[in-house]
């Protein structure tokens, strides 16, 4: 009997597995429906479970958390609740004030144990540099706290130009069908960033029974939005009205009202935007630029007159480390604030050119290439010089007590002395290498990139007019599938026209439907032009002509005229930013690398000309007084602790790399916001043209003053 109990058991368990099998959960697939969708939103629903279990930074809250069990007052509460909600981190405020402040009390354990330490073997590390590293534990606290801030408003910044997207394709669906969950089910689909990822959870809590209806999935949903974007937010909420109109005058004009609502929020924005704009700009100008990098001038007197106080690791740290990191949080800052704008991506990445990679003609046939070889290659080729030249002679200028018999002769002077620009030329070479190398391999890795990229926006830019044509033809009662030559003809000029002759000709040539032409994954014309927005109108054209020519007509002449407004909003956003894109522009390609290359030549000459001075006249002390020549001597001394111009080369050379990387993500985010190929291919402009000045106006001033040095 337990035998057969268990047989019984086995055989209703593989029963049951077999009717979990065949379940197909909402929303079901369909001929006639989103293509693939049934595949995505499973995806979606193995992303939403593994995304369940808790980062680092949750289990760290967690942990401390059960040790410092803080409660947060009302003012931290208001201050984190709306990024927990919208990054749908499963903390409370209290859980975030827990983390900071154990991760800052440990941190400061682990600072007091090291400096009690280095006090007791004599100060190994100097206190100045103990106090400097004070502020590691603070920073952690800090970044602790504002965690998930910076991480809310990064979500803002990636969402920006989807939002306006989601708003738009959902009107497009609601024109033809006036479904509320298809219509967030057709956004959801044909957006691929943050704000696709929320509307599948949407959907996502109505399978699961969260919530009954679409509309208070939505409007939960909806509240995270409150305090980042209430345009949004309002869209969102005429949408939802839009769909309890009974009268189709009215839903038509409050759809309308939803996209011109984001459309000229976003446009207001970013007027105040770009006014308050000039202000951060002029603070990256100024503490980025001119401020630091004049100062550097003047180190090579103060570290003579204060005897090595200060020495390459001081510098080191704060001009490669602490100032960095400052004007990357402030230029988080700045961004975190931007208003959403436009944007549009490849709906898929398989025909595009690779990042990274250049293609290539060899013995007629087409190869893509990576090009990292190729900035190793230029790399190892620039720097060779400064390689060997500190393998053989690594003492740094000025050497006293030379003997120009141990100097290789191209760094001696008259055979004599040492030559300080031959010197400096060593550390100039590496830095200059690594942007040169680093900024070729990053120009030639996107240019191919850029070219399709190009192609398909001025696809896109094309495709109201288009659009248009296609619909009034599609009006007059011609078939879509003949409308499409006839537009690919009115249009032979323009980049579009590429699409819909392809999309024709596998029509004739191969019998296929329009749907097919253009959305098969062989042999689709969107295959080799794969524009998310041009596939998502297409898309909506195609379930509008299932309801009949008209609607489809229809849809293709409303789509237009929302497409012409949106570029319309994208023109004028970019007349507001020129102002603050060109200063930055100007900075990076000229104004810094001038500026580091003169403070860098300023103080090779003064460093050259103190050590000549003293040379000249440490024969003749003994016509000084007692206390002349003694206050000569200590100058002599503290020259020899004097932080040497190859160090500071160094210093500032890596330094404006960085800077370099800085302002070209500033500048990316704000005129192409996350597009990585642009912003690839902008940085490497930049690091290549600045090296090269920052290179030039160091040889120019040593040259300059050099000589007029040598001649005294």
């Known amino acids: 009997m337990p035998e057969d109990d268990d047989e019984r058991k086995e055989k209703i368990k593989d029963i049951v597995e077999n ?34 279990e808790k980062s680092r930074y949750e289990k760290i809250c967690y942990k401390m958390a059960s040790i410092f069990q803080l409660s947060a007052d009302e003012s931290v509460q208001k201050k984190l609740n709306p990024s927990l909600n919208l990054l749908r981190m499963q ?102 960033g943050p704000v696709s990822k929320d509307l599948k959870g949407v959907l996502w809590d109505l399978e699961v029974g969260k919530y009954n209806t679409i509309g208070e999935s939505l409007e939960n949903y909806t509240k995270n939005w409150k305090d980042f974007n209430q345009d949004f937010l309002e869209s969102l909420n005429l949408l939802q009205a839009a769909m309890n109109e009974s009268n189709d005058e009215r839903r038509e004009r409050m759809l309308q009202d939803a996209i ?51 020495t390459p690791l001081h510098l080191f740290i704060i001009f490669n480390i602490m100032l960095p990191s400052f004007l990357w949080i402030f230029m988080q800052r700045v961004l975190s604030s931007r208003p959403p704008t436009v944007s549009s991506s490849a709906v898929s990445t398989e025909t595009m050119p690779r990042r990274g990679r250049y293609q290539i003609n060899l013995f007629g046939e087409e190869r893509s290439l990576p090009t990292w070889p190729v900035g190793v290659a230029i790399f190892s080729i620039v720097a060779l010089y400064g390689v060997v030249g500190y393998a053989i002679y690594p003492t740094m200028f000025p050497v006293e007590n030379l003997d120009p018999s141990t100097v290789p002769t191209i760094f001696l002077d008259n055979e004599e002395a040492l030559a ?20 070729v391999a990053k120009y030639l890795g996107n240019i191919n990139r850029r070219d399709a990229e ?84 297409l898309t909506a054209t195609l379930r509008s002509s299932d309801k009949g020519t008209n609607m489809a ?52 000459t003064i460093i050259t000309a103190m050590f000549q001075l003293s040379t000249s006249i440490s024969g003749d002390t003994d016509q000084l007084d007692g206390q002349g020549a003694a206050g000569f ?77 040598a001649d005294i």
Do not use: C
């Open 91 to 192: 903390l409370s405020p209290g859980m975030v004030l827990s983390g900071a402040v154990g991760v800052g009390v440990f941190s400061l354990m682990a600072w007091t144990l090291l400096f009690t330490l280095n006090m007791f073997l004599g100060f190994i590390i100097p206190l100045s540099l103990m106090i400097i590293s004070l502020s590691a534990p603070i920073g952690a606290a800090v970044y602790m706290f504002y965690k998930p801030m910076f991480d809310a408003k990064n979500k803002v910044i990636e969402s920006s130009g989807e939002m306006i997207l989601a708003i738009l394709y959902m009107v497009v669906y609601m024109r033809s069908s006036p479904n509320l969950e298809g219509a967030v089910r057709f956004a959801a689909l044909n957006l691929s």
């Open 454 to 537: 190009q192609e398909i926006e001025k696809m896109e830019d094309q495709f109201p007019n288009a659009l248009f044509e296609l619909g009034n033809k599609v009006s007059g009662g011609t078939p879509i599938e003949i409308a499409l030559k006839e537009a690919a003809e009115a249009s032979r000029d323009l980049e579009i026209s590429k699409l819909f002759e392809e999309a024709y000709q596998n029509i004739e040539q191969m019998g296929m439907t329009f749907e097919q032409a253009v959305f098969d994954p062989n042999y689709g014309a969107l295959r080799r032009f794969p524009s998310q927005m041009i596939d998502t109108i």
């Open 260 to 310: 011109d609502n984001i459309l000229d929020g976003t446009q207001e924005k970013m007027k105040h935007y770009a006014q308050g704009l000039k202000t951060p700009v002029m603070i990256i100008n100024a503490m980025g630029a001119m401020l630091p990098v004049l100062g550097m001038i003047m180190l090579p007197l103060i570290s003579v007159f204060m005897g090595g106080v200060i």
């Open 19 to 52: 009717l979990d099998r065949d379940i197909e959960m909402p929303p079901y697939t369909s001929s006639s429906g989103e293509r693939g969708y049934s595949r995505r939103y499973k995806k979606y629903k193995e992303e939403e479970i593994s995304s369940g």
């Open 420 to 439: 300080p620009l031959p010197m400096l030329l060593r550390s100039i070479s590496i830095v200059l290498a690594i942007g040169l190398g680093f900024g």
């Open 633 to 709: 001597g200590g100058m002599l001394d503290n020259l020899r602790e004097a932080i040497p111009p190859e160090l500071l080369q160094f210093v500032v050379g890596i330094y404006l790399l960085q800077l370099l990387y800085i302002l070209g993500t500033f500048y990316m985010k704000i005129v192409h916001g996350e597009n990585m190929t642009y912003k690839n291919l902008f940085i490497g402009k930049v690091m290549i043209s600045g090296m090269i000045f920052y290179t030039i106006t160091v040889l120019a001033i040593s040259f300059m003053f050099g000589g007029a040095i």
């Open 553 to 604: 007509a229809t849809a293709m002449l409303t789509i237009s005229r929302y497409l012409k407004d949106v570029h319309k909003t994208e023109e004028t956003l970019n007349d507001l930013m020129e102002e603050s894109t060109t200063t930055i522009e100007m900075l990076a390609y000229m104004l810094a690398p001038i500026i580091s290359g003169v403070a860098v030549g300023m103080s090779q």
